[in-house]
């Protein structure tokens, strides 16, 4: 599908792939299928063209595409969790002798 995009003029903003999941309801016979998300930009005059051609490829069972209003979220990032450190234990107190 990116190339499709990109055949077109447009620019790939961020891809998340949600790996294999089962749908909710089968699709031209199948019950499980590859999920990914495309942010995408491009000319609204080739979304037509995009749309048409997504449909053509065999291993695309479904597709959906959507106009984004608004500001859009940051993509995620595949980047590995920066190393934290553990907290300082608290400083020790003075305890008061008991009379």
Do not use: C
């Not at 995009?50 to 479904?62: F, P, T």
């Amino acid at each position: 599908m990116s190339q499709r995009i990109t055949d077109q003029g447009g620019t790939i903003e961020a891809v998340d792939q949600w790996g294999k999941r089962r749908m909710s309801f089968s699709t031209k016979k199948n019950r499980e299928g590859v999920f990914v998300h495309t942010r995408f930009s491009v000319d609204p005059a080739k979304v037509a063209e995009i749309r048409r051609g997504v449909n053509l490829i065999e291993e695309v069972l479904r597709a959906t595409l959507t106009n984004a209003v608004g500001k859009l979220p940051e993509p995620k990032t595949a980047e590995a969790p920066a190393a934290t450190t553990p907290p300082e234990p608290p400083a020790p107190t003075q305890s008061q002798a008991g009379a």
